[in-house]
């Protein structure tokens, strides 16, 4: 019959008989070494599966960071493709938006008023993007499309997403039965909740926090009277060049900017950068150490495998291919099983608070806290933690090699697979010094290959082991005979016969402690870095007012008045700030009043005379700029730059280059003088209060607090007081960094426990045949410790080495790539906690076993005869 499948012939049957025989064997072999060695594969599998949890978990979360931006901004956008939008925080006429409608290749348009506000219920408070639309809003289809937003033109009140919901303790579907406090520009109501809408009611928008109401609405609570923040415009179709003319002439006539959803994606996108390379860094850091645990464990196992591979090959007849065959089908299954681990800890690690999109970016950007994971990364992290867990796993593969013996592991010194010649030990320290060498020298001229450099640092580390750990016992043995250290024949004895062990135990700790080192220390830098910026940004006065909640002073408020005449007051001044879209960074523009005693803080300049930039600051038609724009733009000190203002372009001459200030897109600083006029406002978004000499900061904030009244949205707060709000937020937005040096530490302290348990497993025998030598319970357990802490010595040495090397590599690529302040700085007792947890852990895990193994059976030492 045509087209019918043949059936199988005989042959066919024969090997597919032959081929499930072959797996089922394979299995078994597994299944055997299972049995017998599972303490050393399951610390293969711990290593194999913190690696790629760490990376996994990161890639997820940075990437839903752009993800969930991508479709809040499509969902609320819908069929919209242009915007008009205000480059100032006091918007434009709302009535603009009857010119966009009647703008040629134009369908639709919709006026939305966006502004931070800050809710309050009960003892809850979130931050929001409060979000006024106009009725014509419908049309743009999206999320305003939904039944559920058809009420918000005729109800009074707001609708909360389910983010600010959670956070105010209001699950979807429900509503407070009192009103909600809303601070809005310094304007303080209350309102009441019409519904919190979950994701079956709004979808994607659903995770971010964002509180939306009508345009009229949002213009009364916040102050602003017929005015607007952005126009969304629908292109008729095949009319798109038309429309985008009639939009950039109506932007150009009115002070504002034309850009596309795409435009704002792309302006997230330098804004998340810094924190995205960064996390990955520490990250890839993170990795590379987890992954050299899993080639420590596979070590730990190669004299074993090694033995195993020639009794196949002796004993059970396996040809060469045939025992290839069985070592990496071991390791394709142990790396699969441990890399699945990895994946489902990663993805319940990026779910964690402390994997939260941070803080600081809803300042500028509507997103949420879902994580997004796409089905390449699962397959990327199997196939990745499969394929090293193969490459470490092939070691025993050189025993297979032509003209090598089948018995030949057998022949070499000390243990069978365990030997180490003092030539190869001195040829691995060369190597591994001509490679820290090379790199340094690499790294020097091109930055961007710190990872890799940190990489090779890691590796050399591990390729110095043998010569380190050979020094230790060198020393020992020097001590033992000047009498001067207990007996040390028998650890010392054990170090030279099993140095392939050694190595591996001391490798272990020297890998986590130098991945601790370098991520932890980075991140030290950078804390302290953007730590003392804010000291000196806000150390220009003694008490600050701002909007509630509004840790940049980004929002404008109609100043009170009468500040100046309280008691204890000196002076107040007038601060002002905004973000400005510069090409695609969304920049932080920092508006000083020259009468503060620092323009810009001191330690932050880059480029330039700290005098002469202060001078000039003062002076007036200067600025300073991050280092990221003027490389874009080929600044330097002198040079002029155009700002887009909302009273048009104007110039300004560079006064220094300085980093990002703590934001990540980047900063300008300029006179409060200039700010008012490029912005064409007269309203503060800070006020500053210098306290009279004598006076106290706290009972001056106090007075201020009770002249302002309890009705008022402004936040009242000493320099002390914002420092440390700056403080948790700088901490929010390196939690990551944290919790990859943590969970690095714990997998490393987590491996050595194992490996040490499965040694001191294996060293029963040995032991005792010791006992029936005569030695004493506490003479072996006293020589198990004292083997330990050599181990742990040469680690240790060999780990803060490379560490320090590796900290002082992070944190220079993070000042030269990312702009954050992070300066170098060292302390002898930084390596402390990292050395003193894994020695700990290593100590006990090795006293309590260590104790029971040194009284074994003395049939042990027969049977093992």
């Not at 019409?194 to 509180?211: D, F, K, N, Q, Y």
């Not at 495998?305 to 065959?325: D, H, P, W, Y």
């Not at 681990?341 to 879902?370: D, E, K, N």
């Amino acid at each position: 019959m045509t087209g019918a499948t043949a059936p199988p012939t005989e042959p066919d049957r024969t090997r597919e008989t032959a081929q499930w025989v072959r797996i089922g064997t394979l299995l078994t072999l597994y299944a055997g070494r299972l049995r017998r060695q599972w303490l050393q594969e399951l610390l293969a599998a711990a290593g194999i599966a913190t690696g790629v949890m760490l990376v996994f978990a990161v890639l997820a979360a940075n990437t839903s960071i752009k993800s969930s931006a991508r479709e809040i901004a499509t969902a609320i956008s819908g069929r919209a493709e242009l915007q008009l939008g205000a480059l100032g925080g006091g918007g434009f006429d709302a009535r603009l938006v009857e010119e966009v409608r009647a703008a040629p290749g134009v369908e639709t348009a919709s006026a939305l008023l966006q502004t931070r506000a800050n809710l309050r219920h009960r003892d809850d408070r979130v931050g929001v993007d409060l979000v006024g639309v106009d009725g014509s809003y419908a049309q743009l289809g999206g999320v305003s499309a939904r039944p559920a937003l058809f009420g918000i033109f005729s109800l009074p009140g707001i609708y909360l997403t389910a983010g600010a919901g959670d956070a105010l303790g209001l699950p979807p579907g429900s509503a407070p039965s009192a009103p909600v406090a809303i601070d809005v520009r310094g304007r303080n109501r209350e309102i009441p909740v019409i519904g919190v809408l979950g994701s079956h009611e709004v979808g994607p928008v659903a995770p971010a926090t964002i509180a939306s109401t009508s345009l009229e609405r949002a213009q009364e609570l916040s102050g602003m009277r017929g005015r607007a923040t952005r126009i969304l415009a629908v292109v008729r179709d095949g009319e798109a060049e038309a429309a985008r003319t009639s939009l950039e002439r109506i932007a150009r006539d009115n002070g504002l900017r034309t850009s596309t959803v795409d435009d704002e994606l792309r302006a997230l996108s330098i804004a998340t950068a810094p924190n995205d390379q960064s996390t990955m860094l520490f990250a890839a850091i993170a990795a590379i150490v987890g992954l050299l645990l899993t080639a420590m464990a596979m070590l730990l196992t190669v004299p074993e495998r090694r033995r195993e591979l020639a009794r196949m090959r002796i004993v059970g007849g396996f040809t060469s291919r045939q025992a290839t065959q069985v070592l990496l089908s071991q390791a394709i299954m142990l790396g699969l099983a441990s890399s699945a681990a990895g994946v489902l800890a990663g993805s319940l690690l990026a779910r964690s608070a402390a994997q939260a999109p941070p803080g600081y970016l809803t300042f500028a950007f509507p997103i949420g806290s879902g994580v997004d994971i796409e089905p390449w990364m699962v397959v990327a992290a199997l196939l990745g933690g499969t394929l090293f867990t193969c490459i470490a796993a092939a070691t025993p593969l050189a025993d297979l090699r032509s003209g090598r013996a089948l018995n030949a592991i057998y022949g070499t010194g000390g243990q069978p697979g365990q030997g180490i010649s003092p030539r190869l030990r001195w040829q691995l320290a060369a190597v591994a010094v001509a490679l820290v060498a090379a790199a340094s020298v690499v790294v020097a001229v091109w930055p961007g290959t710190t990872l890799l450099t940190i990489g090779i640092l890691i590796v050399a580390t591990l390729l110095a082991m043998p010569a380190v750990l050979a020094g230790v016992v060198a020393a020992a043995t020097r001590l033992e005979r000047l009498d001067r250290a207990p007996p040390l024949v028998i650890p010392v004895a054990a170090l030279r016969s099993a140095p392939v062990r050694s190595v591996a135990l001391a490798a272990t700790c020297a890998v986590a402690i130098c991945g601790a080192l370098a991520i932890g220390g980075a991140r030290t830098d950078l804390f302290d870095g953007i730590e003392q910026d804010q000291r000196e940004h806000y150390g220009t006065t003694d008490i600050w007012i701002s909007q509630r909640g509004d840790a940049l002073g980004l929002q404008p408020f109609r100043a009170p008045e009468g500040l100046a005449a309280l008691p204890g007051v000196a002076a107040v001044r007038e601060y002002m700030g905004g973000l400005l879209d510069i090409g695609d960074r969304r920049m932080w523009v920092i508006g000083r009043p020259s009468a503060d005693r620092t323009m810009v803080p001191p330690s932050q300049i880059r480029d330039g005379n700290y005098a002469t930039t202060t001078a000039r600051l003062r002076a007036g038609g200067w600025i300073t700029v991050s280092d990221q724009l003027a490389r874009e733009r080929g600044i330097a000190p002198g040079s002029k730059i155009e700002l887009p203002t909302p009273t048009g372009p104007r110039t300004f001459r560079v006064a220094a280059i300085t980093t990002n200030l703590g934001w990540g897109p980047g900063a300008i600083v300029m006179r409060a003088e200039d700010y008012r006029e490029g912005w064409s406002t007269t309203t503060p978004t800070a006020l500053e209060v210098d306290v009279a000499p004598g006076a106290s900061p706290t009972r001056v904030r106090d007075a201020i607090r009770a002249a302002l009244g309890p009705g008022t949205g402004l936040q009242v707060q000493t320099t002390a007081e914002n420092v440390a709000d700056a403080r948790e937020i700088v901490s929010d937005g390196l939690a990551r960094l944290r919790q990859i040096e943590t969970l690095l530490l714990i997998a490393a302290a987590v491996a050595i426990a194992v490996a040490m348990i499965a040694t001191i497993r294996e060293r029963r025998p040995q032991l005792a045949a010791y006992a029936i030598e005569g030695w004493s319970r506490f003479a072996l357990w006293r020589a198990l410790m004292g083997e330990t802490a050599m181990i742990l010595l040469a680690g240790c040495l060999a780990g803060i080495a490379a560490g320090t090397y590796g900290h002082y590599l992070g944190g220079r690529w993070l000042e030269q790539t990312t702009s954050f302040p992070a300066p170098w700085t060292w302390s002898p007792l930084a390596a402390l906690p990292a050395c003193g947890l894994l020695a700990g852990v290593a100590l006990l895990v090795t006293a309590v076993p260590g104790y029971l193994a040194a009284h074994p059976r003395g049939r042990l030492a027969v049977d093992r005869a």
